[in-house]
């Protein structure tokens, strides 16, 4: 089925990537924050308006404004052979991660706007993450009205020297105008507990925030609680671009997560450069000791099987 792309310069387009077979992408904190940090830099610099973005563990969800189709083509092409280019290199594939063709479509007028905000940040309710938007770190709803949803608050002079040079780390990174890649990130949070861990992830995602729930919030309804009020009140939807969905639920990769964390691996990610005999090995384990079905577990060890 061909993926549909429509653009209008100025307004609010929502865009939506899927992996290549749905393979999941996203295992680690690691793996979001260097997709997050490659997106927000790369918006800065190309001056892209961000009215949301949301990372599922297959698939991408934005809705973004550019001057000119050919701007707005420069940022998807960009970011994502930026995020690629770092993702093949850290887990140790080649070749392209995405399908070629990216969903877009324009949203005009404030009730299709709305119905696409809803939509977005929905993604992880709809897919049994959470319970409610604000509670799924990833789509980044909870940090229009704080700097440390996730995290208990920080305070510089008393942290740890490790978390200081973490936190002096991402800041000099971010002055520069460069994105956080997996091996700074493996090596600050190395050195960090549970606590500070999530404390450092809470403060790169406020400091290279570029949301703009400002303009969410005054055009599109009367305040950020009315905005969440809202975005609870009605899943959204949307019909002009076609997301295909491999199951009904997200749940059991938590649980396939969990399970290789617990057999040998300190990355979950690890299992993509596994051989194809060691992945079927893993298959069968996980058949009998998790919930996951068989498309699922394939899809998060990125192995492609025929299916009888």
Not at 100 to 115: A, I, N, Q, Y
Not at 135 to 143: D, G, K, P
Not at 201 to 223: E, F, K, P
Not at 225 to 233: F, H, R, T
């Amino acid at each position: 089925m061909k993926t549909k792309r429509k653009f209008v310069e100025g307004e609010v387009n929502h865009t939506y990537q899927r992996t290549i077979s749905g393979f999941n992408i996203f295992y680690e904190a690691e793996d979001y924050l260097v997709y997050y940090t490659i997106f927000s830099t790369i918006a800065r610099s190309l001056r892209i308006d961000v009215y949301g973005l949301c990372l599922m563990i297959d698939h991408i969800h934005s809705l973004v404004a550019a001057s000119s189709n050919d701007m707005y083509s420069k940022f998807m092409a960009t970011v994502t052979s930026v995020f690629v280019k770092e993702y093949n290199k850290e887990r140790g594939r080649s070749g392209p991660l995405f399908d070629r063709v990216f969903g877009s479509v324009p949203k005009l007028g404030m009730k299709l706007l709305r119905t696409a905000i809803a939509y977005l940040f929905n993604n992880p309710v709809e897919r049994f993450v959470c319970r409610c938007a604000q509670e799924y770190r990833w789509n980044f709803l909870a940090y229009g009205s704080s700097d440390n949803p996730f995290s208990e608050p920080l305070t510089i002079r008393n942290a740890s020297p490790n978390l200081k040079r973490a936190l002096k780390e991402v800041d000099g990174t971010y002055a520069r105008n460069r994105h956080l890649t997996h091996a700074q990130l493996r090596r600050m949070f190395a050195s960090l507990d549970k606590k500070e861990k999530n404390q450092l992830i809470d403060h790169i995602i406020v400091r290279y925030n570029i949301i703009r729930y400002d303009l969410l919030t005054t055009q599109s309804y009367d305040g950020y609680e009315n905005m969440v009020l809202a975005i609870n009140s009605n899943a959204g939807s949307e019909y002009e671009i076609k997301e295909h969905k491999w199951s009904r639920s997200d749940v059991e990769y938590r649980e396939l997560y969990q399970y290789v964390h617990t057999h040998g691996f300190k990355d979950a990610g690890e299992v993509i450069a596994l051989d194809t005999d060691a992945k079927l090995r893993l298959l069968i384990d996980m058949l009998r000791e998790t919930h996951a079905s068989k498309l699922q577990i394939c899809k998060f060890l990125h192995l492609t099987i025929r299916f009888s």
